[in-house]
């Protein structure tokens, strides 16, 4: 089935889902394709919008992940699913969910983005017992598959090399090698925090709400903090919205960070991991494209390259 293909079959079953009951000629505007990744391909019709997962998406795992989205424990949390049918429909061998629309974050409005809600957001799903067993958040499975692209690439980049030494440096839990720290992997994580998993719902001026746990599960909390850490390390986030973000979660009394105090012996390890991940996949896909990193990819880059060049007892502070 060609990409084409899939966004048809996306597009109507949103439609049928947002129009059950048939009648005459439907006057809605055609399905709009929100996304089309290999790790997702999301179309919208009216109020609804189907996603189809990435290849070998499925089994218990991701049956676990839908039932999270939809607990009671959550509401408010996560953007719940839509009723679908048993078993759920495919589109190219994929498995394709259905979820109401809810409208996402402006990129063009960074002043407006709700670091505040966000921040408040994890800090409840991080304090939310686990009502039912679920996988590991695939926060470091992320990571490695980045760093497994980056070399598949073969970038010739210099860059490279501080990349793969800031990775070297990591403890074998952020990479996917180990599991994570006891004390630290029995909470509720998103796994891929970032702006654009939130979405207002009800459109559009309801409450901020968490989209997508193809990335949910159990583990250190504090990956779930760790980009706009990393973002904050390499220059990227202002200090004033790292504070606001960080302060915000500490009052909703999330669990990935002292409620007072230097937050960093939590978050070192993550957002170096964030980093590295981040700067991998700028390589890889720089070479992908035939062209040099953008200046914002060229910062992830150069944080690899500062983290590679501590002393092994720093670049590693947390190593169980």
Do not use: N
Not at 20 to 27: D, F, L, Q
Not at 91 to 102: E, H, I, N, Q, S
Not at 162 to 181: F, I, K, M, Q
Not at 285 to 304: F, H, I, N
């Amino acid at each position: 089935m060609s990409s084409a293909e899939v966004v048809r079959t996306l597009g109507g079953l949103a439609h049928a889902a947002a129009h059950p009951v048939s009648g005459a000629r439907c006057p809605c505007p055609p399905p709009a394709v929100l996304a089309d990744r290999p790790d997702g391909t999301v179309v919208r019709s009216g109020g609804v919008v189907a996603k189809a997962h990435a290849p070998g998406t499925g089994g218990p795992d991701f049956a676990a992940r839908l039932a999270l989205a939809a607990a009671p424990a959550l509401r408010g949390v996560l953007l719940p699913p839509l009723p679908a049918p048993h078993p759920l429909p495919h589109a190219d061998g994929r498995p394709v969910t259905l979820w109401p629309y809810g409208d996402p974050v402006d990129p063009g409005d960074h002043e407006a983005a709700p670091w505040e809600e966000a921040a408040v957001l994890l800090a409840r799903l991080h304090r939310t017992a686990p009502r039912v067993p679920l996988p590991p958040m695939r926060g470091p499975a992320k990571a490695a598959l980045a760093v497994a692209r980056m070399r598949a690439a073969r970038s010739a980049d210099p860059a490279r090399g501080a990349v793969l030494a800031a990775w070297a440096a990591l403890p074998g839990w952020a990479r996917d090698e180990a599991p994570a720290p006891e004390g630290r992997a029995g909470f509720l994580c998103h796994g891929d925090l970032h702006l654009g998993q939130l979405v207002r719902h009800p459109a559009p001026h309801g409450p901020w709400m968490l989209i997508d746990i193809d990335d949910a599960g159990t583990g250190d909390p504090a990956w779930d903090l760790a980009r706009p850490a990393a973002w904050y390390a390499a220059g990227l986030l202002p200090g004033t919205v790292w504070t606001r973000f960080l302060g915000a979660y500490r009052a909703g009394g999330g669990p990935a960070v002292p409620p007072v105090g230097d937050p960093w012996p939590e978050l070192d390890v993550p957002a170096r991991a964030l980093t590295v991940q981040t700067a991998a996949l700028a390589l890889a896909k720089a070479q992908e494209q035939g062209r040099e990193p953008d200046e914002v990819e060229r910062m992830m880059t150069d944080a690899c390259a500062r983290i590679a060049s501590l002393p092994p007892e720093l670049a590693a502070r947390r190593t169980s």
